[in-house]
């Protein structure tokens, strides 16, 4: 790699770091969004069944835009790759240098079945838990409680 590659690495690196991040809180935008349309479904407007095809709709439309997230993610990798191979880099260094989130994420990323244990303890965090659980409560509440 020669000295001009490496900054254009780097410029690469950021822009597609902060396009990564966008994604994840467009997500988050759809997220809330489904639980206000939700809201409204069910209680505005009392079409309960009718709400699952419109949150399945949006879940849809949520996986489809982390598609999108994990093609700059792998690109990412690649750039990561490329600024990892400088041959001014140290091979000891290499996790502890600059620009090389996504690679270190994915060489220490656990199996599936710890992953899926950590996401569901941070789903029973109060802070994640507390607007599901009083929407659930709420949803049961308009459907069966009439």
């Known amino acids: 790699m020669s000295d001009e590659q490496l900054p254009r690495l780097q410029s690469e690196w950021i822009t597609l770091q902060n396009q990564f991040d966008s994604y994840e809180k467009c997500s988050l935008a759809i ?3 489904s639980i ?17 095809l419109v949150i399945a709709i ?4 949520d996986a489809i835009w982390k598609t ?5 993610g792998q690109r990412l990798e690649v750039v990561e790759q490329a600024i990892q191979d400088n041959p001014h880099h140290l091979p000891e260094h ?34 994640v838990a507390y607007p599901y ?7 049961m509440g ?5």
């Open 36 to 52: 206000l349309i939700c809201c409204i479904l069910v209680f505005a407007l009392d079409a309960g069944l009718w709400s699952l």
């Open 94 to 127: 290499l996790l502890h240098m600059g620009m090389q989130f996504n690679l270190a994420w994915n060489q220490s990323r656990p199996r599936a079945i710890y992953l899926i244990s950590e996401y569901i303890k941070q789903s029973l965090k109060p802070t």
């Open 133 to 139: 659980v009083v929407l659930i409560f709420l949803v």
């Open 58 to 61: 949006l879940w849809l439309q």
């Open 68 to 72: 999108f997230q994990n093609r700059i």
């Open 142 to 146: 308009q459907l069966y409680g009439n």
């Open 31 to 33: 997220k809330l969004f």
